[in-house]
């Protein structure tokens, strides 16, 4: 039983708090453990249940706590590479993530999603495609609600769907989800997982445990996970925007189909749909499949994606200020996301951009700006990089500015009316902000207050 182990949470943000809190109600005596020495003891327990005996260690791990933990819950943000971490592994602790944590608890059939772009928009629409016929619904991980917060919650009769993050994919054991995707794997954190060979094989681990009971939904039009569906030993349904299946999700013209290798269904037209751009028709059609291989009679999730609307942060309209349409795309933290909500606008753009640096090029984001792109508006920590490269392929409209305020301003002066104004910075939001979250709505207040 993993409530007689000692055990060691590491970070006390809200991944750390969701797991002390778990691991507290179901009687366990968890160390919360965080090295940074700023934070105080009194914030950090006014996250957790009043008159709480949980013991909390900020700075230096003591080396009773290093020698006698069995059992380490990492913080997502906290890398496995991490010395103090190699050193509980040696010492015999066993690495778990808040995931596995909370699936160790959780009940009921569990859909899992992961890629570098578009998992918080498909995981939120097959919540409502599983609230469209299941009763108990739950939708956590990534997606901004702890699975650790809703794990005790549920029962048999239960329905999960959960966004997985890369870095929590680095610490699981027994977790096995019925039904996994994987929608897309481009560059993202190589600060983190160090090579683009090791962020494969973490995406992969997503299916580790599944067996031909199960369902793998993978994307046919990237390399890497069409090559992964030969090997993984669940059943695979694919879904595709640039291939006809005879089994699996694809776009057929102007139509999504689902061919399940006697009949075709058509289960929308992309006319119907309220998400703009090619790589939304992707998000459905992954969904669709996921929503499928949950049991959700199509009837139910063709209703459901026709009155779906966009994510918060994700190309998500946020007003339109004499004639200029303004975009809130704060989510689109790779490039890869932010090429998607470039090709996604239909008008003249001014992008801002620019962030934190996890040591990736901006080559291909920058070649999608011709014709589409009529300033470049830089800030935080790769405003530098990101106009060198920018002006290598001869685009040289370009302004910096140290807040996004300041970022705000300038696109309002520089936009005329019919054109967009576009936040997708293609950077992660540290070092200026919290999060993405902060920083989308920040970038909305400033443009309502236009």
Same mark, same amino acid.
């Given at each position: 039983?993993?409530?007689? +182990? ?19 109600? %179901? $009687? ?15 914030? !950090? ?34 890398? !496995? ?25 959780? /009940? ?17 629409? !097959? ?60 560059? *993202? ?36 996970? =069409? ?5 993984? +030993? ?14 699996g999700v694809y776009l057929d013209a102007s139509s999504i189909i689902y061919g ?9 037209? &992309? ?29 139910? &999730? ?37 090429? +998607? ?16 640096? /996890?040591?990736?090029?901006?080559? *291909? ?5 011709? $014709?589409?792109? +009529?300033?470049? %508006? ?9 106009? *060198?490269?920018? =002006? =290598? ?25 019919? *054109? ?26 400033? !443009?309502?207050?236009?």
């Amino acid at each position: 039983m993993i409530t007689d +182990k000692k055990i060691l949470i590491i970070g006390a943000g809200l991944s750390g708090i969701g797991a002390a809190r778990l691991l507290l109600e %179901v $009687g366990a005596a968890p160390v919360l453990y965080d090295g940074n020495t700023s934070l105080s003891e009194e914030a !950090v327990r006014e996250n957790l249940p009043k008159n709480s005996s949980l013991r909390i260690i900020l700075g230096e791990l003591p080396k009773k706590e290093r020698e006698e933990t069995e059992v380490v819950v990492l913080s997502p943000g906290v890398p !496995v590479d991490l010395p103090l971490v190699e050193e509980l592994h040696e010492n015999g602790a066993v690495i778990w993530g808040e995931v596995e944590l909370a699936y160790h608890f959780a /009940k009921g059939k569990l859909a899992a999603i992961t890629g570098t772009n578009g998992k918080t928009t498909t995981t939120a629409l !097959v919540g409502e495609i599983l609230r469209s016929f299941y009763q108990e619904v739950f939708v956590v991980g990534n997606i901004g609600n702890a699975y650790t917060k809703e794990a005790l919650n549920m029962t048999e009769e239960s329905v999960t769907v959960a966004e997985i993050s890369s870095f929590q994919l680095e610490t699981i054991h027994s977790f096995h989800p019925q039904v996994s995707a994987i929608l897309n794997i481009t560059p *993202d954190h190589l600060n983190r997982h160090h090579t683009m060979e090791c962020y494969i094989r973490t995406k992969e681990q997503i299916a580790r445990n599944q067996d031909s009971s199960d369902t793998c939904v993978l994307n046919y039009d990237d390399e890497e996970t =069409r090559q992964f569906g030969k090997q993984v +030993k669940a059943s695979v349904l694919y879904f595709s925007r640039k291939h006809i299946l005879d089994q699996g999700v694809y776009l057929d013209a102007s139509s999504i189909i689902y061919g399940t290798g006697e009949e075709r269904i058509k289960v929308c037209g &992309i006319g119907e749909l309220q998400l703009l751009g090619a790589h939304n028709h992707e998000n459905v059609m992954a969904a669709i499949a996921v929503g499928i291989a949950m049991g959700v009679p199509v009837e139910q &999730i063709r209703k459901t994606v026709k009155e779906f609307q966009a994510v918060e942060h994700r190309i998500e309209f946020v007003a339109e200020k004499n004639g200029v349409a303004y975009y809130n795309d704060s989510k689109g933290t790779n490039t890869d996301a932010s090429i +998607k909500a470039v090709e996604a606008m239909i008008r003249p753009t001014i992008v801002i951009g620019g962030g934190y640096d /996890k040591h990736v090029e901006f080559d *291909d984001w920058v070649k999608t700006f011709e $014709g589409r792109v +009529k300033w470049l %508006v830089l800030l935080g920590a790769t405003a530098q990089q990101i106009a *060198d490269t920018a =002006r =290598r392929y001869g685009f040289d409209r370009i302004e910096f500015a140290d807040s996004m305020e300041e970022a705000v301003q300038i696109c309002a002066g520089r936009a005329e009316p019919g *054109d967009a104004v576009l936040l997708s910075p293609a950077c992660a939001s540290w070092g200026m902000f919290e999060n993405y979250e902060q920083r989308g709505r920040i970038f909305k207040d400033l !443009v309502h207050g236009l």
